[in-house]
């Protein structure tokens, strides 16, 4: 069992920066891979941006360019930096674990807001 926890949220203004971090319980080599999804208000939780166990990371199209992923495997802890934030990005922000079996569900955190107002 891994456990995540994420913190860094809160309240920023449009252009504004946040770095979110996911700290795991155990060696985030025991997963397959860690990743950050969100889940504004009324809408289906989405994907952000991934990072693989060799280090390939992906990112949604919406965040490309303003969002960077990056872990600290010494602290089994996840991080994402945001950068030119708008309002649009308002969301609780879930840090995800996938494990090595697609048959296994993955793990979640228990989500962090952001909001981003004037």
């Known amino acids: 069992q891994v456990q995540l926890v994420e913190s860094g949220g809160g309240l920023v203004k449009p252009g504004g920066s946040l770095r979110l971090s996911c700290a795991a319980s155990?060696?985030?080599?025991?997963?397959?891979?860690m990743g950050w999804y969100r889940q504004a208000p009324g809408k289906q939780r989405e994907f952000i941006a991934s990072?693989?166990?060799?280090?390939?990371?992906t990112y949604a199209d919406s965040v490309k360019g303003r969002f960077t992923i990056s872990r600290d495997t010494a602290k089994n802890t996840v991080y994402l930096q945001m950068n030119s934030l708008k309002p649009e990005d308002t969301a609780v922000y879930y840090c995800?674990?996938?494990?090595?079996?697609?048959?296994?569900?993955?793990?979640w955190g228990q989500g962090t807001q952001v909001t981003v107002s004037s």
């Open positions: 990072i693989t166990n060799g280090g390939i990371i």
């Open positions: 155990a060696n985030i080599f025991s997963v397959a891979g």
């Open positions: 995800n674990a996938r494990r090595y079996s697609s048959f296994l569900p993955d793990y």
